[in-house]
């Protein structure tokens, strides 16, 4: 005979502990004593309740996915964590319908720096978050252990420092380090942690200032951008320059498509679409941009679309702007009235945004999650008094990654379990 859900079972909790119950008295059993239990004010009386429902097989899963959209925060985290280990499709889809950043929360911070962190980067493939402060150092994270791998110490001049830009090869061996003050770029074997290049070019047309690089996929060649609007291509196994390309302006967006075969630029309103190898301008296509946009990086979605992300600084008001590389278009334009966006971040298939910077009212740093399909808010989280310098999101979207100016490195993500803190 099938067991009825609704009577209690040998894990149920019976009121009067290891004493008979009266006759009379009340058994908190059954999914109606799990119920009941959900409807206490209480933390751990939900909480006990929460471990208990998923005995009851669908009936109990129905309840979890209940909890998952009605309850307080807190409750919410412990059925997220029941569900996202459950492999029934009713919890899968519970899962990938509900919004995770809602209840992210900072699960852990990293040390070391001892001035302001201001660039960001993930490395999926290694799991390693490398950051850049103006203490004048790189370091090199393990997410896996939480601890340091690395701390590279660049030549640059501290007074130099106000934005460092670092590109680092797929398969994270190589690093390259630099800053817009100077024309120099650091060239860093990642598993050594020790100095291979500096590129450096000596010619008198070379501009003492640097505005953008980057990388190729394969991590064999680096492209570098003056205010010059001169883009110079490096061997970075042997330092040497190989050639160079002249524009008549700035370049304000440099990035490499992912197969390495083309270069893509914003140059006075154009997008140029140049061929890495010969230095040919294959597409020139007017934007809809007003002036510079600073790049942030490339984006595959769907049908194949190569897409650029940047921001816009438009009247002081800045824009994330998402430029379609094949067109010329801005595809989605972001503005945000309440903050100052300083830097973003995206996930690989570009449906979710990351904004960082301060609040217009006050002086908090701020983080905001965007679904940039629904083009809606999803969540915010706020740092008292500390303005966001910079953040990176990972590919899946998953954590993120953020530093403010108390000289740390903040990890946000859904909450872990016990073995894992």
């Known amino acids: 005979m099938p067991e009825n859900p609704e009577q209690p079972r040998e894990f149920d909790a019976v009121l009067g502990g290891e004493v008979a ?10 999914l109606e004593g799990v119920k009941r239990r959900l409807a206490v004010n209480s933390f751990e009386a939900k909480s006990a309740a929460l471990q208990d429902t998923l005995n009851y097989g669908d009936n109990g899963l129905d309840i979890v996915i209940e909890v998952l959209n009605n309850q307080p925060i807190s409750i919410q985290k412990i059925a997220y964590s029941l569900l996202k280990t459950n492999f029934h499709p009713k919890a899968k889809q519970a899962i990938e319908s509900f919004n995770k950043y809602q209840i992210f929360e900072c699960i852990y911070c990293l040390n070391g720096h001892t001035d302001k962190i201001i660039s960001l980067t993930y490395l ?6 490398i950051s850049a402060s103006q203490d004048t150092t790189v370091k090199i994270w393990s997410l ?7 701390t590279l110490n660049t030549t640059v001049p501290a007074w130099k420092i106000y934005f460092i830009s670092t590109s ?11 800053t817009e003050r100077d024309s120099k770029i650091e060239v860093w074997n990642l598993q050594t ?3 291979t290049h500096v590129l450096q070019d000596k010619s008198k047309h070379n501009s003492r200032e640097m505005s953008l690089f980057v990388m190729s996929p394969n991590g064999q060649v680096l492209f570098s951008n003056n205010f010059d609007g ?4 490096w061997d970075l196994k042997t330092g040497k320059k190989i050639y160079s390309f002249d524009f008549p302006s700035k370049i304000t967006l440099l990035c490499v498509n992912p197969d390495g075969q083309n270069i893509v630029c914003f140059c006075d309103g154009y997008i140029l679409i140049i061929s890495s190898q010969t230095g040919e301008i294959k597409k020139c296509l007017p934007t809809d941009a007003m002036c510079d946009v600073w790049f942030y990086g490339n984006a595959i979605i769907k049908n194949g679309k190569h897409v650029v992300c940047g921001i816009e600084n438009y009247a002081n008001n800045p824009e994330v702007v998402f430029i379609d590389v094949e067109t010329g278009t801005i595809i989605k334009t972001f503005t945000d009235k309440s903050m100052n966006i300083k830097t973003i971040g995206f996930t690989s298939n570009a449906k979710i945004l990351a904004t960082g910077g301060v609040a217009n009212n006050n002086n908090n740093g701020i983080i905001k999650i965007w679904d940039l399909q629904k083009e809606i808010e999803m969540h915010v989280i706020e740092i008292f008094q500390s303005p966001m310098n910079a953040i990176a999101i990972s590919p899946d979207g998953e954590m993120i990654f953020s530093s403010d100016d108390d000289m740390s490195i903040k990890i946000w993500g859904l909450p872990l379990n016990n073995q894992e803190k």
């Open 193 to 195: 942690g020790e100095r």
């Open 144 to 150: 896996k252990t939480r601890q340091l791998i690395h």
């Open 230 to 233: 001169i883009i110079k291509v």
């Open 21 to 30: 119950p009266p006759i009379d008295g009340a058994v908190l059993g059954g």
């Open 124 to 129: 999926p493939s290694q799991n390693i978050l």
């Open 168 to 178: 680092v090869s797929n398969d994270g061996q190589i690093l390259c380090v630099g």
